[in-house]
C-alpha cells in the first residue's frame, strides 16, 4: 500500500505526533502506584510511515520517490539506571514505488522504481515520567546504520536505431543513519504493555555524487507513528 506524502495517511503521521507530544505534561501528574516495571522489555510494532521525496534534476532524472507505507518494528531494551535504559531497534520501512525517467546518451530509461530503507540502531531510552507508574513516556536517542534497497526494472530505449530492450538493476547500500522519538508505556498488566511510539531516522549518504544525477531520487528522513505491544522480564 502505498500513499503520495500530500495524501491522509501521511498526514496522520504529524497528526499523531502532535497528540502525543501534547499528552507528556499530562503524564507528568500524580498516578496510583503500581508494581515496578521490568527490567527490560521486548516489543514489535506496527506504523504507517512517511518518507519526504528526494533530489529530481530534470531531465536527467525525473519522478523523485517518496510517499507513505507500512512500517514493522522491533525492539529490545533494558534498564542502566531508575530512569536510563539502553535499546536496539530494527525497523523494516515501507515500500515505496514511483515511475521514473533517466536521460542517457543517446536515449533515456523508463523505470518503475521500487525503495526500501531498513534502519537498525542502538542507542538510550530517557524516562520522562515515573517508568514505574502505568503509564510513562521516554525520549529516544539512536544511532546506526540503514540498509538502502533500490530495484529498477523497466526499458531502455533509444533512438538511433530505435529500439527498446529490457532493463534492470538493484541498488544496495550500507549508510550511517541516525535517530530520535518517544515512546508512551501503557501497562496493561505488570509485565505487558501497549506502546503508542513516535521515530525520526535521518539517513546518511550521498543519493546525489558530485557532478553527477541523483542514483535513486529518495529522500533521507522518514518519520514513523505507530502502536506496539510489550512483553517485560
Not at 48 to 60: F, H, K, V, Y
Not at 178 to 195: E, K, L, T, W
Request: charged content about 15%; some cysteine.
Amino acid at each position: 500500500m502505498i500513499i503520495r506524502s500530500g495524501d491522509m495517511s501521511a498526514r496522520g503521521v504529524y497528526w499523531l505526533a502532535a497528540a502525543m507530544l501534547l499528552c507528556v505534561p499530562r503524564l507528568a501528574t500524580p498516578q496510583s502506584a503500581v508494581a515496578a516495571a521490568p527490567r527490560a522489555w521486548v516489543a514489535v510494532s506496527a506504523a504507517i510511515a512517511s518518507q519526504a521525496e528526494g533530489d529530481e534534476e530534470c531531465p536527467n532524472v525525473c519522478g523523485p520517490v517518496g510517499g507513505a507505507g507500512l512500517a514493522i518494528g522491533l525492539s529490545a531494551s533494558a534498564r542502566l539506571s531508575p530512569r536510563t535504559a539502553v535499546v536496539v531497534e530494527g525497523m523494516l520501512g515501507p515500500s515505496l514505488h514511483a515511475e521514473q525517467t533517466r536521460r542517457l546518451a543517446g536515449g533515456f530509461l523508463e523505470l518503475s522504481v521500487q525503495h526500501r530503507d531498513v534502519p537498525v540502531s542502538g542507542g538510550l531510552k530517557f524516562a520522562l515520567t515515573n517508568p514505574d507508574l502505568a503509564v510513562s513516556a521516554h525520549a529516544v536517542a539512536l544511532i546506526g546504520v540503514s540498509r538502502r534497497r533500490t530495484t529498477l526494472v523497466g526499458l531502455r530505449r533509444t533512438s538511433f536505431p530505435p529500439s527498446a530492450v529490457a532493463y534492470e538493476d538493484t541498488l544496495v547500500d550500507l549508510v550511517p543513519a541516525f535517530g530520535a522519538g518517544m515512546d508512551v508505556v501503557m501497562r496493561v498488566r505488570h509485565n505487558v504493555a501497549f506502546v503508542p511510539s513516535l521515530r525520526a531516522h535521518f539517513i546518511g549518504g550521498d543519493d546525489t555524487p558530485s557532478n553527477q544525477p541523483p542514483m535513486r531520487g529518495v529522500g533521507w528522513a522518514l518519520f514513523a507513528a505507530g502502536l506496539g505491544v510489550a512483553v517485560g522480564f
